[in-house]
């Protein structure tokens, strides 16, 4: 039987944060957040959860967070365990503002990772992304797939990883990075889900659009080598993702000194106009398309090989439907809709 030692969340009102707290408080893990409220929500945190707002740079915080919460330890005995979700995310942004996303991706992961070895935390969660394959030769990607990132998030994403492993090599430190692929859906509860206004995400703006608040959906290509010439993507529910994170976590405890890293998707892909149809039948409605030229970096298809995750780890996706991901994500915009509304 896993201990269930403390576990910090950084970047826990974000969108996918947010979904690995619920995971982890639901499956009775104690669990805190840190999140400086940059892009994240308050209300996405429960109220029963300790929440610091504040850096994740703030060495002296970090310290008083880990004490706190039980985390840390002497040489060997390092209690706790952290989540790391905190960071920027937007591709064509990480493009115009490189440095930025140096700051907040890389070089805050190692403050963070600092603090963590200080403190004697023992275990990451590292919220990676198939962005640091760039543009691969063959899809499904497995993880031992070239990364060649095509832009800084990518890379910011691809240093961090660098920076776990030889963190890993020099102390008494295990990670697991796990490489997303396009996250989507909302949790099916309704206690929290994607809420960015301006999000970039396909779902995302489709349901928008469906709902009134968008005035269609521009489709970046539609002459790519696929079955109906748009992008295809493999996306994966991310409350799937969050409990891929609880079972990374356990992995972990149970074999310690072992790190992984892993891809996160389902293994198939759905084109950007089966994503825009799956919208349609689920809402009865007809989204706007306007079609417009490719986007400079965009692979034709981009799906998972996750037989590694499927091997390493109990997890089975329970929400693997596209129909499903779309009526949870058009659930959580309403009630965001309702959230904004009443103050």
């Given amino acids: 039987m ?40 308050r209300f996405a945190v ?24 039980g985390m840390g330890g002497g040489q060997g005995e390092g209690r706790g365990a952290i989540m790391h979700f905190a960071g920027s995310v937007v591709v064509p942004e990480s493009v115009a503002d490189p440095l930025k996303y140096y700051r907040n991706n890389t070089a805050r992961t190692r403050d963070l990772l600092e603090s963590a070895i200080a ?21 499904p990607v497995a993880e031992d797939a070239p990364q060649r990132p095509i832009n800084p998030y990518g890379m910011s994403k691809l240093m ?23 996250v989507a859906g909302a949790d099916p509860q309704g206690r929290t889900g994607q809420s960015t206004a301006g999000a970039t995400h396909l779902i995302k703006v489709a349901v928008e659009a ?39 976590l ?14 996160c998707g389902y293994g198939r892909g759905f084109s950007v106009l ?3 149809d799956a919208v349609d039948r689920v809402t009865n409605s007809r989204i706007e398309r306007r079609m417009q030229p490719r986007r400079a970096g965009d692979p ?17 996706p329970q929400h693997d439907d596209l129909e499903t991901i779309v009526a949870h994500a058009l659930q959580w915009e309403r009630k965001l809709s309702d959230i904004r509304s009443s103050g």
């Fill in 250 to 263: 356990e992995a972990l405890l149970a074999q310690p000194g072992r790190s992984l890293t892993m891809n």
């Fill in 300 to 316: 034709p298809a981009l799906t998972a090989d996750n037989a590694r995750i499927l091997e390493a780890l109990p997890w089975r």
């Fill in 119 to 139: 403190a004697g935390v023992p275990h990451m969660i590292f919220s990676s992304t198939a962005a640091t394959y760039g543009i691969p030769e063959e899809t």
């Fill in 210 to 248: 469906a709902l009134g608040q968008r005035d269609g959906v521009d489709v970046f290509g539609t002459d790519y080598d696929t079955p109906d010439g748009t992008g295809v993507r493999d996306y994966i529910h991310v409350s799937d993702l969050a409990a891929a994170h609880v079972h990374a």
């Fill in 46 to 69: 429960p109220d029963d959860v300790p929440f610091y707002e504040g850096d994740i740079g703030d060495s002296a915080l970090l310290a008083r967070i880990f004490a706190e919460q």
């Fill in 160 to 182: 961090s990883e660098a920076m776990l492993a030889d963190t890993a090599a020099a102390h008494d430190f295990s990670f697991c990075a796990l490489r997303y692929f396009n």
């Fill in 274 to 276: 089966e994503v825009l």
């Fill in 2 to 41: 896993i201990s269930k030692t403390p576990v910090l969340v950084t970047g826990g009102a974000g969108y996918i944060g947010s979904h690995a707290v619920l995971a982890l408080k639901d499956a009775g893990w104690p669990v805190a957040v840190i999140d400086n409220l940059a892009t994240g929500f």
